[in-house]
């Protein structure tokens, strides 16, 4: 593990770190979301990072807070094998981000994951649409305020029987 | 009588709207939901030119049953039964990769012993895990025997779970700090007897693939990836391995006694589907390896930890100790705390890299439990890799990905 991954970034991208912190070993470093195509650019390119494998893209629902969602990215260097934890707030009226899928072309489909269960928008991804859930469902099933028992929906299939069985 | 119908047009020369016209458009193919080679229920929509793809559209979430939502609302024991039920064919890792994330929060360690059953448990399933791939995939490009050969040594490591756990199918066998019970000399002799008999069947395997021509036609040189590209994808597991990248989770962060045994990482050289399939088959003999020389070492003691505020206490102490009478309660009524903070612990699953997320806030649930399943990113890989081949390498392409749509789809 590198610990001083922190410091790289806020030397190289002063405006756009935001703090590093460590857990178990794991080192997670905040940022904003501007930027987030160049910053991975630079992980992945730079020769004493090489971020060259993108494990995992997931978000997190703060309800109440400022910013609202949290986007994270699990990065991972099959070369060096050392992984970081690179993450971004968002707020909920501007819940957009720049797809980093010119980075990683692992972003294709998990981004499009983020998109249908959390409802997060990447922009210039290739092909954002719902990968789970069907293109006409309504909300965002990760996010706090969604029952998970659903919303009742199981009552209106057309397909259950409706009529009393008869005796 | 109209004048332009065909009598009278013999006598011209031919126009241009005359002639033959080679019909030169896109066919668009619907594949599945239901169809026996997707391994679940997948559907792709494949764009042919003649019987070429020119691209291939995976459409999933027909297994989608909100997983990581549901694991919102549970305790972190509760947890466990549900993620067998990720990936099925390999429950056990599946255990394994989630309790691994959990201690990890919690910064418990496991008794010696405990480690090395579970990565005798671990290996075997690797073995069933890559057995029935071999056999579902032969039978996918056509080859039946094999798949009533790799069955028949399948059942054997089944019955060895039934003896060990009490199932077949969806294990629930680990436990946060440990496993849920020790390993019978019983079970340890039949092990033993399997290890002997295993090398010779896999050989058996080789006698009917390796040089077989058909088999060498539907697998060489099909949905060949580049290592450039398969790290680009994300792709993990021995879909990279076979494209000659060095990257096994057991031996770059090894965890439970990987680190104490000897053995190797075969690689491929091709990224093609054949090389593939040479590494899960290297792959097993590796596992057999690894488990005769754990079960050699293997030390006497626990498996399972000693930490009254996680794990349960055994049921005869809760009945007449009133300390692990308070524990026992507090675990299954309110769950365990682990502090506040996020980890990620991936660990090396029959298909590639299986990673849990959990983000905690401190409270007896996880805030939000992410699951990095190895099938899904594989899948975001497939069009790509599908592009430019026939339509009837497509089944093959699937199986080369060890694709299971529980665990894709969650």
């Given at each position: ?26 080192i ?15 992980l ?104 998970t ?19 | ?8 047009r ?36 494949l ?10 559209t995976p ?93 028949r ?17 969806t ?33 058996e ?143 090396e ?31 975001g ?30």
């Amino acid at each position: 593990m590198n610990p001083e991954i922190g410091q790289i970034i806020q030397e190289k991208f002063p405006s756009e770190f935001v703090g590093a912190k460590e857990f178990r070993n794991e080192i997670t470093v905040s940022v904003k979301p501007e930027r987030i195509v160049e910053i991975g650019r630079f992980l992945r390119d730079d020769s004493s990072l090489a971020f060259d494998h993108l494990s995992d893209i997931f978000s997190v629902d703060n309800p109440g807070r400022e910013e609202r969602f949290e986007v994270i990215y699990l990065l991972n260097s099959i070369l060096y094998h050392h992984r970081l934890r690179l993450k971004t707030g968002l707020r909920e009226d501007r819940c957009e981000i720049d797809s980093v899928y010119p980075v990683w072309r692992a972003a294709g489909f998990l981004e499009r994951e983020v998109y249908d269960l959390m409802g997060i928008r990447f922009r210039n991804h290739p092909d954002l649409r719902r990968i789970f859930l069907p293109e006409d469902f309504d909300g965002h099933p990760l996010r706090k305020e969604f029952p998970t028992e659903g919303k009742g929906w199981r009552n209106t299939f057309d397909f259950l029987p409706t009529e009393e069985p008869q005796a | 009588m109209d004048l332009n119908e065909a009598p009278f047009r013999e006598n011209r020369p031919p126009e241009e709207d005359d002639l033959p016209v080679r019909r030169n458009e896109e066919l668009l193919l619907n594949m599945g939901p239901q169809h026996p080679a997707t391994h679940g229920v997948l559907r792709v929509v494949l764009e042919l030119e003649g019987e070429k793809i020119v691209k291939a559209t995976p459409d999933l979430g027909y297994l989608h049953r909100g997983v990581e939502k549901l694991c919102e609302g549970l305790t972190y024991q509760q947890i466990i039964p549900h993620t067998d039920r990720l990936d099925y064919i390999c429950s056990m890792t599946n255990n394994f990769a989630y309790v691994r994330a959990v201690e990890k929060l919690l910064g418990v360690s496991i008794p010696e012993r405990g480690e090395y059953v579970r990565t005798i448990i671990a290996e075997m399933q690797r073995i069933v895990g890559h057995l029935f791939w071999l056999g579902t995939q032969a039978l996918d490009i056509g080859a039946m025997t094999i798949f009533f050969w790799t069955f028949r040594e399948r059942e054997v490591l089944l019955d060895l779970f039934e003896q060990i756990c009490g199932a077949r199918l969806t294990m629930n066998y680990f436990r946060i700090g440990g496993v849920n019970g020790d390993l019978t000399p019983d079970v340890i002799g039949k092990l033993r007897d399997f290890l002997k008999t295993f090398p010779s069947k896999i050989d058996e395997y080789d006698t009917l693939l390796m040089n077989n021509r058909i088999w060498i036609s539907r697998t060489k040189d099909i949905a060949v990836i580049s290592a450039e590209d398969a790290v680009n994808f994300g792709l993990t597991g021995p879909t990279l391995r076979g494209s000659g990248v060095y990257y096994d989770i057991r031996k770059v962060e090894p965890y439970a006694a990987y680190a104490k045994v000897e053995w190797e990482v075969p690689l491929g050289r091709n990224g093609d589907t054949y090389d593939r399939y040479w590494v899960r088959m290297q792959e097993m003999i590796q596992s057999v390896r690894i488990i005769s020389q754990c079960l050699d070492r293997l030390p006497d003691g626990p498996v399972l930890t000693d930490v009254p505020q996680v794990v349960a206490p055994p049921k005869e102490k809760v009945m007449q100790d009133m300390q692990s009478l308070i524990h026992h309660f507090i675990i299954f009524t309110e769950g365990f705390r682990p502090p506040a903070g996020e980890v990620y612990c991936a660990t090396e699953a029959p298909k590639g890299e299986l990673g849990f997320s959990i983000v905690s806030d401190g409270g007896p649930k996880p805030y939000r439990l992410k699951i990095r399943s190895p099938s899904y990113v594989h899948l975001g890989a497939f069009d790509h890799m599908a592009r430019g081949y026939m339509i009837a390498d497509i089944v093959t392409i699937f199986g080369s990905y060890d694709i299971v749509m529980g665990e894709c789809d969650r």
